[in-house]
């Protein structure tokens, strides 16, 4: 009987100092993190963790995540940056065509062609940051044609109460797509449900025609100077 009740305490020493799963080593980085920017903590569950490996040549990497949320915000910056172009422009051709000797239509006039010239630098600025992304995105991809390993890419879904009024609250479920090291011990990146289904219909509405007749002229311009450099 002793022998019996050394051998129970010899596997339950073993199992409590085994390593952590990776799942219990995703939960406790992550859930401190999402359990304090709650709005009701202690309406918070969790459902479940899944795990996979990530490499440099993955679909999906934290690197790669970053370029898409950046492509998102300077188009979109871009785009509006244009609208406010056709807006000013519309501006200043109506002060333009006063010939009168008013002192307030000059300086109308002078006012919304400054206006014109700051959107158009603002808009100068963003297709230049739109292109460099695309050139470190290209050399991003050319770098990454081996298989080497990352670190890993979790998704972590959880509950929690929401309030759609002040009298109906239900528990929703929240999902977050998270890039972790190799060792488990640091988020590299992540994205939330709300954010993916932001990026889900930016790409549903995007049209690649619009943007190659903005961009197609230079962005064949650094293909050319690709194959040229590759070439010597």
Not at 47 to 54: F, G, L, P, T, Y
Not at 110 to 119: G, P
Not at 144 to 151: D, S
């Amino acid at each position: 009987m002793k022998k019996l009740h050394f051998v129970l305490l010899s596997i339950l020493l073993v199992l409590n100092c085994s390593p952590k799963s990776r799942e219990q080593k995703v939960r406790e980085l992550v859930e401190p993190l999402i359990i304090a920017n709650l709005p009701t903590p202690e309406s918070y569950e969790f459902i479940d963790v899944q795990i996979d490996s990530c490499f440099t040549d993955s679909k999906l990497t934290a690197e790669t995540l970053e370029v898409e949320r950046a492509f998102h915000k300077l188009y979109n910056e871009y785009k509006q940056t244009q609208k406010d172009i056709e807006y000013a422009q519309s501006k200043v051709e109506i002060y333009e065509g006063y010939n009168g000797p008013s002192k307030y239509y000059k300086e109308k006039y002078k006012k919304t062609k400054a206006e014109l010239e700051k959107a158009q630098y603002k808009s100068s600025k963003a297709k230049k940051a739109i292109l460099q992304l695309y050139i470190d995105n290209r050399k991003l991809i050319e770098s990454t044609n081996n298989h080497e390993f990352l670190g890993y890419m979790a998704l972590y879904r959880y509950r929690q109460d929401f309030s759609f009024d002040s009298d109906v609250i239900k528990k929703i479920v929240n999902e977050q797509i998270l890039f972790l090291n190799q060792d488990l011990t640091e988020i590299t990146n992540s994205i939330s449900k709300f954010e993916m289904s932001k990026f889900e219909e930016f790409f549903e509405e995007f049209d690649i025609e619009d943007f190659n007749s903005e961009f197609g002229e230079e962005l064949n311009h650094i293909h050319e100077t690709w194959l040229a450099e590759e070439g010597n």
